[in-house]
């Protein structure tokens, strides 16, 4: 077989095999909890609620799994999903294997947006957290827009940009939380900042699916383009590729996901930094085969972590940014030293 075939067989079974362990996740991260729902009721409320079948279960059951449960799972899978495509991406256009979603500021930028509601009461109540933590995403990014000059900047201006945004929007919100905020809002601000699936609902999946799967498809379109920008600008351009349009195109699909997802759900840092690894090191470079086996793998990744920050400590859910930290380092570091070069 030759080796784009043995990659294609690769991907192929890498596809498979995650998509049919994400189903397993998701199906155990909706029957833990504060109280355990076994598996075949897990499977038979979600059939009710489909309309599929009409199984005789007890309510409160039903109601758990169908409303709170299974919708924090989805929301989890297409998180991590959208994190893992963004860093995919963001390393290709900025030729930088440690770049991430939160590299260009809209992590900082939300942050802000969502504390200037919590602690100042912005809006008066019009503004809601996702709404204020997306306004402030989107003011971020068009900060790094405006130092980097658009499309026509390379990727070590756009990264300096990116630092200096998040360092401004990152002071924003320390300062916020020291003079205006209380104990309890500190918390709050807290919490929400290392991420949290707690309050997600289906209005929330159906929002995240539309935009992670636009998304997709664009990337999945550019996925050739995305292949010449690793050679570098120069050459994408040799290439007949339209640099700065693309560029553009793909920053702002990542914001506008990034975005997306740290509205909802708030800063989890790590899972677009090695997932995207993790897939290349699985079935190579290739943005073709690269991006949706980053999709899936990062969506098994946030599923487990979810699955793991309730069941890591009794009685108590941990932010999920801190099981992805814990869980990312050594298995990032594993990577590396797979990855050293050979004396």
């Not at 489909?50 to 007890?58: A, R, S, V």
């Not at 920008?229 to 351009?237: I, L, M, N």
């Not at 990062?298 to 793991?308: Q, R």
């Not at 992805?324 to 990577?335: C, D, E, H, S």
Request: some cysteine; hydrophobic content about 55%.
């Amino acid at each position: 077989m030759t080796p784009d075939g043995t990659r294609g067989a690769g991907l192929v079974l890498l596809l498979a095999g995650s998509i049919s362990l994400l189903g397993i996740a998701v199906a155990v991260a909706t029957s833990i909890g504060d109280f355990h729902i076994g598996l075949r009721t897990v499977f038979w409320s979600v059939t009710n609620g489909l309309g599929l079948t009409e199984i005789d279960i007890p309510k409160i059951e039903e109601s758990v799994v169908w409303n709170l449960r299974l919708s924090r799972s989805l929301v989890a899978a297409l998180a991590g999903a959208g994190l893992a495509i963004c860093g995919a991406i963001l390393q290709a256009l900025l030729r930088n294997p440690l770049a991430e979603p939160f590299v260009l500021g809209v992590s900082a930028g939300a942050s802000t947006g969502a504390v200037c509601v919590i602690v100042l009461g912005l809006g008066a109540g019009a503004l809601s957290l996702s709404l204020g933590a997306f306004a402030g995403a989107f003011a971020a990014f068009g900060m790094v827009a405006l130092l980097s000059n658009g499309a026509t900047s390379g990727p070590n201006h756009t990264i300096l940009a990116g630092v200096a945004a998040s360092q401004l929007f990152n002071a924003l919100t320390s300062y916020i939380v020291t003079t205006a905020g209380n104990a309890q809002q500190a918390r709050d601000v807290m919490f929400w900042l290392l991420g949290s699936f707690g309050g997600v609902r289906w209005p929330d999946f159906h929002l995240l699916l539309i935009v992670v799967g636009l998304g997709l498809a664009v990337c999945l379109l550019l996925a050739r383009s995305l292949d010449a920008f690793t050679f570098g600008d120069e050459d994408a351009a040799a290439l007949g590729v339209p640099v700065g349009r693309i560029r553009l195109v793909l920053f702002g699909v990542t914001a506008l996901v990034t975005a997306t997802i740290v509205s909802m759900v708030g800063a989890i840092g790590f899972v677009g930094l090695v997932v995207p690894h993790a897939a290349r090191f699985l079935i190579g470079p290739m943005h073709m085969r690269l991006i949706p086996a980053s999709a899936i793998v990062g969506a098994v990744f946030m599923v487990v972590a979810d699955i793991m920050s309730r069941v890591i400590v009794a009685q108590q859910t941990i932010p999920i940014g801190v099981v992805t930290a814990l869980v990312g380092v050594p298995f990032f570091a594993i990577i590396l030293y797979r990855a050293r070069p050979q004396a």
